[in-house]
Every structure is written in C-alpha cells, then in structure tokens.
C-alpha cells in the first residue's frame, strides 16, 4: 500500500538531521598526526601524543582554519535542512572552539560530558573547571555538567568499548 502524499510529507517535516563534526587540528595532533600518515605503530602514535599532551588541548592555527572551512561550506552550500537548530558538544576547549568558529550563528548550546572522545591517560582528554569553561566560552549551556572538576578523567585510557557505550548514552 503506497503512503499518501500527504502523510510522507508530514513524516518528512518531523524528521531531524544530525551533522557530526570532529574538532579540528589541537596543539597535540601535528606531530602524531605526520608520524600516522608516515605509517607509524599505534604505540608511537599515542607515545607522540603523550609527549605534546596539556591539559584541554586547544586549536592549533590549522585546526582552527579547518573550523572556518566548515562555516564557509555550510554558508556557500546553506547545508540541508536549512537552519540548525543545535549544537551540542563535548565541553573539551577544542571541540568548543571548533563549533564557535564552524557555526558561530546557532544560539542554542549544550555541552554534554558523554560526547567526548576517548577519555582518560593524556591530559588533553581532561576538561578544564565548569567555572573556566563558562568564562571562556560565554555563549555556552554548561548545565548538564555535573561537577566543577571533571568526573570523568582517570590515569588509565578508556577502552573503546566503555567509551563506545559512553558516547551512545550521551545521545539518548
């Protein structure tokens, strides 16, 4: 039985899209990133990363010109869907810089901890105070984050499954 004009329409209307967009480039990418596309082990990738890691990375210069691609794609191809209504991001300073720069015109936003990457060993992983992030990133609904420090960072990595899991929950 064919659905009605009408009816495929109006399921139409009430559907959602959902853009996902990786930070850009943060101040302990570059090395491992070039050692990566050079062929390098797992293990020294991530021995890279330890050795440029800080606590909440920020965007390099390159990381924040790949944000301002993005905007300049959305504003030239006015994405499907016309106008996006949220953004919602892992409250990590590099995921936030990216969405200021990437979609500065959204008003509606939220930082939610189980959106983040994987999570825990390198202090880039590990957020900076509420309080910071809300000075820094004014613009900025930090609500949903339950502590002041973060309770999520631990010494030992997270494994992919826990932080699989993790990020699903954080989209229910």
């Known amino acids: 039985m064919m659905a009605s004009s009408s009816r495929v329409a109006a399921a139409a209307k009430a559907s959602k899209q959902l853009y996902i967009l990786r930070h850009g480039q943060a101040t302990h990418n570059p090395r491992a990133e070039a050692a990566r596309s050079n062929g390098c082990s797992h293990e020294e990738f991530m ?36 106008k996006i209504q949220l953004v919602v991001t892992s409250p990590l300073s590099r995921a936030l810089q990216t969405a200021d720069l990437a979609i ?21 992983a590990q957020r900076r ?7 820094t990133f004014p613009t900025w609904n930090f609500d949903a984050l339950e ?4 309770k999520l960072w631990t010494p030992e990595l997270e494994s992919q ?11 229910c």
């Open 104 to 124: 500065p015109f959204v008003k509606n936003r939220v930082c939610i901890e189980d959106v983040r990457e994987i999570n825990g060993w390198l202090l880039n």
């Open 129 to 135: 105070t509420k309080s910071a992030l809300q000075q």
């Open 161 to 171: 499954a826990d932080c699989s899991e993790r990020g699903y929950q954080g989209l």
């Open 147 to 150: 502590t002041e420090e973060d």
């Open 47 to 82: 021995e890279l990363m330890r050795q440029d890691d800080s606590l909440d990375s920020e965007l390099t210069d390159l990381g924040m010109s790949q944000a301002r691609t993005v905007h300049q794609h959305y504003c030239a191809n006015k994405l499907e869907g016309g």
